[in-house]
Structures are given as C-alpha cells and as structure tokens.
C-alpha cells in the first residue's frame, strides 16, 4: 500500500532464545516501506510445554498489527476451548473475538493512540509523498502561478496569443550564446520580477525583448517547437500522473458525495457562465491537470508546423470544463465535438451538450431522456463508481487499517498453525518445504463465493473493490458493514484457517514470515537458504537478518517486490539425536 522512503532502513530489531526444545530467532526490517507495520510474538515458555509465535502483517498503519500482538497471547490462553484441548476452535474464537474487539470503542481509542505514536518524520517522505503534499498546495492555484513554479511563464503577444517561456532554458541558452554578464544580469532581474509579480511583468519584459532585440526570445520561442512536448510532460505529465491514480479513488469518493449534494440542492451553476461551482480543492486540482494535459496535446500538435507558434489550447483563455470521472470516461483529450461536457441550467438541472456547435439533422425528440431517466442513469454510474473504488481513506485505525496473523504453537510433538491472510508458515522436513498455512487471496473460489456474497467486487489486479489484496485479516472494518452477515461471513473475514500437524523425525525447522519475504522467495527456496546457512554454521540470528537483506530490493522501480516490510522467524525443533549431522546431509531434492 503505496509509498516509499528515498533509502531503504536496514537497520535489523532481532532476537533469539530458546529452550531444551526449540531454538528460535526473528529479525523485522523496515526497508523502503514510511512506516514498520509488521508485528510478531516469539513467546518460548507459553503454555506449560508449549511455545508460541506469531507474524502479523499491518497495513494501512501498524497499529492493529501491534495490538494484537499484545493481546492476542493472553486471549487464546483464557480461550475455556484451549483448556480443554480443543485448539482448532480456540484459535477460532480467539481471532474472531479479538476482532470484534476492534470496533469497540475503548479498543478504538487505544488504536488511535498507538497510530499516533508512530508518525513518520516529514524528512524521511519520499518523492512521492512530497509530491502528494505538492499537490494539495497547487490545487488552489492559478494555472499561471504553478507553471512559474516550474520556471515557466505564459507570454501574451499582441495579437493575442500566447507563447511559453522557459526561464532556465532561456537562462541557459544565454550563457551558453556568449549573451554578456550584462543580460545575464538582465534576465536575473526578470526572473525575479516574475517570483516578485507573477505575471504582472509582461511589460517589462517587453521592454527587456525591446533593449536586447527580438532574436533572443524568438530564437527560444522557435526552439521551444521541438521541446514542447518534452518540457510539459515534465511540468505537467511527469509530476501529477502518478499522484493522480494513486489518489483517484479517494478523489472519486470525494467527488461524487460533492456532485451528489449539488445536485439535490440545486446549487450547481452553469460553467459558462461567469461563476463555476464550488469544489472542493482536491476536484480543483484533477480538472486543472485534466485541462493541462488536453493543452499539452494540442500544443504538441501545434509545434510541429513550421511557421506557427506554440500556444496554449490555441487562446489566451485557460479551459476549466470539467471532465466527469463518475460517468467512467477515459477519453481524457477528446477533439472538440466529440466530447459532450456536463453543465447545468438555471432549474439545477444537469444537462450535456457538445462543444460543437453543428445540429444534428438526424435528431429525433422521442430518443432524448427524460429528466427522471437521466437523473436516474446518472444515480446508477455514481452506484457502480462507488462499488469500483470503494475503499478506505485511511482515517480510522481498525477501519481503515488491518493485519494478517500467522500463529504457530509449537507443543512437544505437534504443531497448531492458524493464519488469516497472506503471512505463511513453511516447515522444512528433510530438506523438502511443506507449506503449514495457505495465503488468503480474493481471487481463490472459496474467498470469491463470500466477497460476494457481502456484496463485493474483485477488480482486475485481485483488490476487493479496488483496494485490500488479501480476503482475510483482523481489523478493516471498513469491508465488514453487511449488517445481515456476522463477522467471519465479511467481505474480509478474520476466521483463521488452522491446522495440526504431528512433528515427525525429519522435521527441522519452521519458518513463519510475512509476504514481505514470500514475494521474493518461494516456500523451498527459503528453505533451501536457511538450510545451506545452518549446514554452514551460521547462527539463526544471523541467518534471518541475511534472508531480510537477500530479498530487499536495490531501487523501488519494479513491480513492488523487495520493497515491503520483512519479518521471519526460524524455529528449529531440537531433538537429542546429533541434529547436526542430519543437516550435513543434503537435500535429494
């Protein structure tokens, strides 16, 4: 879920113990992740003979992960089924009581508390969230004032056009053309006029063009042709695209409970005329860079003719029609004519008409909607916008955030195993990985058949309406309002999946890590790792802080693996035959 530090923190937070049964070590690392959400539990002597240890993979913050991390040990052991040794139903209860724990509202303001406990420091954001800050700050800004920011201003010409100035290349093409300390210094005091005044400079900057000649600036105009496209797609394309579809959905949500409430109070104005609707700042911002990338085409178009000027959407106007994300369109820069754009009549009635002014002979009164018919398409579109990109925004800690949980209890000659999510518990039995726990995915049949079943959607890319990727988890209450439905029926359910195992002779060692680990390694090939580093002497600690470093990623420009959170626990079985020599025996596979 989203963002990324500038460097990876490596720094490791391990520990080791054990007893004359087991020995265990686990490491949790950062990496490029804001924030550590991970979690986990490493309990030697937890329940007469018995050990317990747990991973919870966070997400959306880390404070249910580390909640229940707390509470969780304690629960299950007041749990009257663990007494009895029913411990398939005592792992059930416990998850499943823990999180309706989580909606209750001292447990929600012990959440809030420990989310606000752990902020991150402003100086670690990365590029992107900054660029996210930016784009909260540019969204009531004139078009004018976020090009200067870019180091570009709009010149009004006196035929009425306008041609872009980039001051650095302009700067640049100076120095570089022998142009004199003396305009060198001139451009200096322009530049400065232009941060001072905004545009309020054209005439002095047309009395500068008049003192140094018109080569200068018409040789940067004519230059401009062949690196328009590139330098708007810097300003505009480079810096907000990204921003854009990573805050859509909230941004969706945001517009359609604003479009909706204009609506049915009859507030909306016509945008062509002298006043525009009231919106939000963030709806400001989308339409202003749906409106500078539609100039940028043209204007890219434009540049390619040989005698003609760059220009701004061909006028000295800036566009400010709206271009409708809840109706699902993608034609982002249709040609005039093409596109009808919503407005509003006097009543507050929405009504679409195209930005061509041509009749359409073929025109017959009986196919137009009726207001009702188009009032209640328009419902419809908003409906299934809402279903696609329905998700959480981020707000309320057990709302909007959430953990995976893998527990292993690790008794003298069994295993319980319960796991809801995507964090695993692999076994290794001579050299062979054996998978304890299956990952929860929305897109297996039995977690499809109840996502639903509670009246959710899996997108695409395998999110429950477009957001959580994983089906089970405790806490994300936000997915768990079908009132009809209890708690382990959701949309994301907190019924774990659990399983016992007997613990046989060739069981060495158990591995429980979060998918921070299993997305870069497969079940045997981290087998096959923490094996080769026993065979070779490495201590358990050391072993868990190199998987971490194995599978951390150089750079964030892939997909996302090696880019997340890691924590991994080793639990090696001891026995009193020579352990050791059965190590030292490799693998027929």
Same mark, same amino acid.
């Given at each position: 879920?989203?963002?990324?530090?500038?460097?990876?923190?490596?720094?490791?937070?391990?520990?080791?113990?054990?007893?004359?049964?087991?020995?265990?070590?686990?490491?949790?690392?950062?990496?490029?992740?804001?924030?550590?959400?991970?979690?986990?539990?490493?309990?030697?002597?937890?329940?007469?003979?018995?050990?317990?240890?747990?991973?919870?993979?966070?997400?959306?913050?880390?404070?249910?992960?580390?909640?229940?991390?707390h509470h969780l040990p304690d629960m299950l052991k007041r749990n009257n089924s663990w007494f009895s040794g029913n411990y398939v139903k005592a792992m059930q209860d416990t998850f499943l009581e823990l999180d309706e724990l989580l909606r209750t509202e001292a447990v929600m303001k012990e959440l809030k508390r420990i989310a606000g406990s752990v902020e991150p420091k402003h100086e670690e954001l990365s590029d992107d969230d900054e660029d996210k800050q930016t784009l909260y700050e540019e969204a009531g800004m004139p078009i004018e004032t976020i090009l200067e920011r870019y180091g570009i201003v709009l010149h009004r010409e006196q035929n009425g056009k306008q041609s872009i100035i980039d001051l650095n290349e302009l700067r640049t093409q100076l120095e570089q053309q022998g142009g004199g300390e003396e305009q060198v210094q001139k451009?200096?005091?322009?530049?400065?006029?232009?941060?001072?005044?905004?545009?309020?400079?054209?005439?002095?900057?047309?009395?500068?063009?008049?003192?140094?000649?018109?080569?200068?600036i018409d040789k940067e105009v004519k230059a401009r042709k062949n690196q328009l496209r590139k330098t708007e797609e810097k300003a505009v394309e480079g810096r907000t695209k990204k921003r854009m579809s990573e805050l859509s959905?909230?941004?969706?949500?945001?517009?359609?409970?604003?479009?909706?409430?204009?609506?049915?109070?009859?507030?909306?104005?016509?945008?062509?005329?002298?006043?525009?609707?009231?919106?939000? $700042?963030?709806?400001?911002?989308?339409?202003?860079?749906?409106? =500078?990338?539609?100039? +940028? #085409? /043209? @204007? $890219?178009?434009e540049s390619e003719e040989a005698n003609s000027?760059? =220009?701004?959407?061909? +006028? #000295? /106007? @800036?566009?400010?029609?709206?271009?409708?994300?809840?109706?699902g369109d993608t034609d982002e820069c249709a040609p005039p004519g093409k596109n009808p754009h919503p407005s509003a009549t006097s009543d507050g009635q929405i009504t679409f008409s195209s930005d061509s002014e041509s009749v359409d002979e073929d025109y017959n009164a009986d196919e137009e909607m009726s207001e009702g018919e188009e009032e209640e398409e328009m419902d419809d579109e908003e409906i299934d916008a809402e279903q696609a990109y329905s998700c959480p925004s981020g707000d309320t800690p057990g709302e909007d955030s959430g953990t995976t949980a893998c527990v292993v209890v690790v008794f003298k000659d069994k295993v319980v195993v319960s796991n809801a999510g995507d964090s695993r518990a692999v076994m290794c039995?001579?050299?062979?990985?054996?998978?304890?726990?299956?990952?929860?995915?929305?897109?297996?049949?039995?977690?499809r058949r109840r996502i639903e079943t509670a009246g959710g959607e899996i997108s695409m890319d395998g999110r429950v309406n477009g957001g959580l990727n994983l089906s089970r988890a405790l806490g994300d209450h936000f997915y768990k309002k079908n009132a009809s439905l209890?708690?382990?029926?959701?949309?994301?359910s907190a019924l774990p999946d659990v399983k016992q195992y007997k613990i046989l002779q060739d069981d060495e060692f158990i591995i429980i890590a979060c998918d921070g680990i299993w997305n870069s390694l497969t079940s045997q090939e981290a087998?096959?790792?923490v094996r080769r580093k026993i065979n070779d002497g490495v201590s358990l600690k050391d072993i868990c802080e190199q998987v971490c470093d194995h599978c951390l990623s150089p750079n964030t420009a892939?997909?996302?693996?090696?880019?997340?959170?890691?924590?991994?626990?080793i639990v090696q079985i001891l026995r009193s035959a020579s352990l050791s020599q059965k190590l030292a025996t490799p693998s027929s596979s």
């Open positions: 879920m989203g963002a990324y530090l500038n460097k990876p923190i490596t720094e490791k937070v391990s520990e080791c113990g054990g007893n004359d049964r087991i020995s265990y070590a686990a490491t949790s690392m950062q990496g490029w992740r804001i924030n550590q959400e991970d979690a986990h539990n490493c309990i030697v002597n937890y329940d007469g003979d018995s050990s317990f240890f747990a991973v919870y993979d966070g997400h959306g913050g880390s404070e249910v992960a580390r909640y229940s991390a451009m200096e005091q322009f530049e400065k006029k232009i941060q001072e005044n905004g545009l309020n400079v054209l005439e002095q900057e047309r009395n500068w063009k008049d003192q140094n000649g018109d080569a200068v959905p909230s941004l969706l949500r945001a517009k359609r409970t604003k479009s909706s409430n204009d609506i049915e109070e009859g507030t909306l104005e016509s945008q062509s005329n002298d006043t525009s609707p009231s919106r939000s $700042a963030v709806d400001k911002s989308e339409e202003r860079i749906q409106d =500078e990338r539609c100039e +940028t #085409a /043209e @204007i $890219a178009g000027e760059p =220009e701004v959407a061909g +006028t #000295a /106007e @800036i566009s400010t029609t709206t271009q409708s994300i809840d109706s039995r001579n050299g062979v990985a054996v998978e304890l726990s299956i990952d929860h995915k929305p897109e297996d049949d039995i977690e209890p708690l382990k029926e959701q949309m994301i087998v096959d790792f892939g997909d996302g693996t090696g880019c997340d959170n890691m924590t991994i626990i």
